[in-house]
C-alpha cells in the first residue's frame, strides 16, 4: 500500500511558477515509476509528467513540454513538479501516481495508475 499525499498548488497569474510536491508512504517507493495528471472540471483526466524509478528519463506531452519538470528524491519518498511560465490552460486539480508495468507504451496511461493521491488545485489567472 502506497498513500501520495500532493501540496504546493495555488492561485498564480499567468507567466508565473509553482512547485508541487508529492510525499509518498511505503518502503517501496523508489520502485515506482512516477507520474501527474491533472483534471480540469469537465475535462478528462490529462497526462502531465512521468519519471523513471531512478530519474534518469522523464516523459511529457507536447502541452507541458519546455515549460514542466518532474524530479524525484528517493531519500525523502518525494517526487515534484515544477511548473514554469503557467497559462489560464493549466486551471486544473493535479494529482500525482504511482505507474505499473505497461504504462509506458498505454495510449491511456491513466489505466496505468496503481494509487493516487488527493490532488492539489492549481488556479493561474489572465
Known amino acids: 500500500q502506497v498513500q501520495l499525499v500532493e501540496s504546493g498548488g495555488g492561485l498564480v497569474q499567468a507567466g508565473g511558477s509553482l512547485r508541487l510536491s508529492c510525499a509518498a508512504s511505503g518502503r517501496t517507493f523508489s520502485s515506482y515509476p512516477m507520474g501527474w495528471f491533472r483534471q480540469a472540471p469537465g475535462k478528462e483526466r490529462e497526462f502531465v509528467a512521468a519519471?523513471?524509478?531512478?530519474?534518469?528519463?522523464?516523459w511529457y506531452p507536447d502541452s507541458v513540454k519546455g515549460r514542466f519538470t518532474i524530479s524525484r528524491d528517493n531519500a525523502k519518498n518525494t517526487v515534484y513538479l515544477q511548473m514554469n511560465m503557467l497559462k489560464p490552460g493549466d486551471t486544473a486539480a493535479y494529482y500525482c501516481?504511482?505507474?505499473?508495468?505497461?504504462?509506458?507504451?498505454?495510449?491511456?496511461?491513466?489505466?496505468?495508475?496503481?494509487?493516487w493521491g488527493q490532488g492539489t488545485q492549481v488556479t493561474v489567472s489572465s
Open positions: 501516481a504511482t505507474f505499473r508495468a505497461g504504462w509506458a507504451s498505454a495510449e491511456r496511461k491513466e489505466t496505468k495508475v496503481d494509487y
Open positions: 519519471i523513471s524509478w531512478n530519474g534518469g528519463t522523464t
